[in-house]
């Protein structure tokens, strides 16, 4: 009966933004009012990831984006509904979307305006096999917003929110606002994201890793070390185990609940590494943050990069903090 009546007393993503507006000074409402248009964008990509097979949206769309990769038809669709709901919403001064070579200025915006980082959908080449996929963004706020791309070229430190969509067995939406990490459901019944684990922590160490391993020619020795090590511990302890997914929102998700470290390292194909700061490193980054973890290069902290330009990439390890300060350690002595 104890859960029966707990079913009747939902705290819905707006109960607990409203509850925390009151706590705090940084939820304003303008500030839902920007959420609700990204849940929107959330609802909607989830319900059509969920029909994708039935409503021939998956493969190719014939087009590639400015990182020259091919687009496929949901990639296309998951940009359009952001763009449009956060183009409405009053809010949002300019954005960056992975799917466009140019940032978006929106010039009705009033000033006291954010700017909205995001990548539409992460991991499209698990599309087409039903594998979790996911939509990444970052926000940031300027009281003089310039209405240039400039507004979006800041430190992940700047950002004010972020968070990611999870298109898995269920859907999920983590987020922190900068008071710690929260994670909600999406009820499909209800069309509402709904509170289900309340400041994630990760330990200080655990026991995965996560990498792409086909890539182990072309790493640096610090990554390589250190992956030997996870595999033949030197202190005799139990070896790691590896999972990699693929979809960076699932491979992240999975290290906030069951803890890890995930790496995408500079490479000779990718000498920046391959994933772009703005809306897959930073917006990542500052979940892990929040949630206790750490996020660096292997030299530097990714929150405090420079982005070089909007779709400027870096390498990244990111997770528990005691493995991210062993692969510091092992930077150091490569050096
Ligand atoms: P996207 O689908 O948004 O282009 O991102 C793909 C990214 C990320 O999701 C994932 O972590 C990484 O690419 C996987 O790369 P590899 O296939 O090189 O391992
Ligand atoms: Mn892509
Ligand atoms: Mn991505
Ligand atoms: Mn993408």
């Known amino acids: 009966v104890g859960d029966m009546m707990s079913s009747t007393d939902l705290i819905t993503l707006s109960r607990h933004l409203i509850y925390q507006q009151k706590k705090h000074t940084q939820a304003t409402g303008d500030f839902t ?7 929107l964008g959330c609802k909607f990509v989830s319900s059509a990831v ?40 009053g809010r949002v001064a300019s954005m960056v979307t992975e799917e466009q070579e140019e940032a978006i200025i929106v010039r ?31 926000i940031y706020k300027s009281d003089h917003p310039t209405f240039s791309e400039a507004d979006a070229l800041k430190p992940g430190r700047e950002m004010v929110a972020a968070g990611y969509a999870m298109y898995g067995s269920s859907t999920s939406l983590v987020l922190s606002w900068g008071q710690g990490v929260n994670s909600y459901a999406l009820d499909p019944a209800l069309g509402e994201f709904i509170l289900t684990h309340e400041n994630l922590q990760l330990p200080p160490k655990a026991s995965i890793y996560s990498i792409n391993e086909g890539n182990y020619q ?49 490479d000779k194909k990718s000498p920046d590494g391959k994933l772009r700061l703005l809306y897959e490193c930073f917006p990542m980054a500052f979940l892990v943050e929040q949630a206790g973890g750490k996020a660096t290069t292997g030299s530097k902290r990714i929150l405090d990069i420079q982005p070089p330009n909007i779709h400027g ?23």
Not at 320 to 328: L, S
Request: aromatic letters at 8%.
């Open 108 to 138: 009705e915006a009033k000033s006291g305006a954010y700017t909205v980082v995001f990548d539409p959908l992460d991991g499209s080449s698990n599309i087409d096999c039903g594998v979790s996929i996911g939509t990444i963004f970052g």
């Open 313 to 335: 990439r870096a390498p990244i390890y990111l997770g528990c903090k005691e493995d991210v300060e062993a692969i510091e350690a092992l930077y150091k002595k490569h050096n």
């Open 50 to 89: 969920r029909k994708a097979g039935l409503a021939n949206m998956t493969g190719l769309a014939g087009a590639q984006n400015v990182q020259g990769e091919d687009q496929k038809k949901l990639d296309v669709i998951a940009d359009a509904v952001f763009v449009n709901s956060l183009r409405s919403c």
């Open 33 to 39: 009012l920007l959420l609700t248009s990204i849940c």
């Open 218 to 266: 072309s790493w640096n020795e610090a990554t390589k070390e250190f992956v030997e090590g996870c595999k033949n511990p030197k202190d005799g302890s139990k070896p790691y185990s590896a999972r990699y997914i693929g979809s960076m929102v699932a491979d992240i998700h999975r290290t906030l609940l069951y803890g890890g470290i995930f790496m995408y390292p500079a």
